[in-house]
């Protein structure tokens, strides 16, 4: 089946600063999201990216189907942004069935 | 517009207790899934729906029963609890038909078995 990888695992960020997460995917989407688990483990969404570029504020997302990858930008990150930040897909092959990555935890310091 | 909801937030159940988690959405959405996060973890699709009537299983489907009557409900149902099934479940729900195929999760179950 498909594979979801998520890079890095752990990310540890000052206040302010910008960072870039990192979905990599092995097979052709249908469907992708990113959602960030706050530490309360709500899941939001963030964004619905198949393709293109996206922005949303201090976030955007960017997803190259061809090759196979997603990227997350945070822009100007703050305390509130700390969480578990997932990739999901749903595969173009084998039906409706989504595979989340391992996530990356983000911390932020004020 | 409640979006989707999870019953109970909590639920605490001794080896070999049978329960139901229910889910509900009133977004009018087709597909429907359940989901299990265990620590540390991303999340793992146990069964889905694509409709009332159709289900269908996921990564992990073993120990668990589903089946969709509604449009608006898809319970959940542990037929025999054991430890391994504790986690956090995950309702999701989002159309089949575009524009967009955004998905939405419910605010989860917390589920422990001793």
């Known amino acids: 089946g498909i594979q979801v990888e998520q890079s890095p695992p752990d990310l540890i960020l000052q206040e302010g600063a910008n960072s870039t997460l990192r979905c990599n995917f092995s097979d052709s989407v249908n469907n992708l999201q990113w959602f960030h688990q706050n530490p309360w483990g709500q899941l939001i969404n963030l964004f619905y990216i198949p393709s293109g570029t996206k922005q949303n504020g201090r976030l955007s997302a960017t997803t190259v189907a061809t090759e196979r990858y997603s990227l997350l930008y945070i822009s100007s990150s703050q305390t509130t942004d700390s969480g578990v930040y997932f990739c999901?897909?749903?595969?173009?092959?084998?039906?409706?069935?989504?595979?989340f990555g391992a996530g990356t935890r983000l911390f932020v310091k004020a | 517009n409640a979006g989707v909801t999870q019953t109970p937030k909590f639920q605490v159940l001794k080896t070999g207790q049978s329960m139901t988690l229910q889910c509900a959405q009133d977004m009018n959405h087709e597909y429907m899934s359940w989901y299990r996060q265990d620590p540390g973890m991303g999340l793992r699709l146990i069964h889905y729906?694509?409709?009332?009537?159709?289900?269908d299983q996921g990564e992990v489907p073993n120990g668990y029963n589903v089946s969709r009557s509604t449009t608006e409900d898809f319970p959940l149902r542990l037929l025999s609890a054991a430890p391994s099934q504790t986690s956090v479940y995950f309702c999701?729900?989002?159309?089949?038909?575009?524009?967009?195929?955004?998905?939405?999760f419910g605010p989860g179950t917390r589920l422990t078995v001793t």
């Open positions: 729906s694509v409709g009332a009537g159709i289900t």
């Open positions: 999901a897909v749903e595969p173009s092959t084998g039906g409706f069935k989504t595979i």
């Open positions: 999701a729900s989002r159309p089949i038909a575009g524009p967009s195929y955004e998905q939405y």
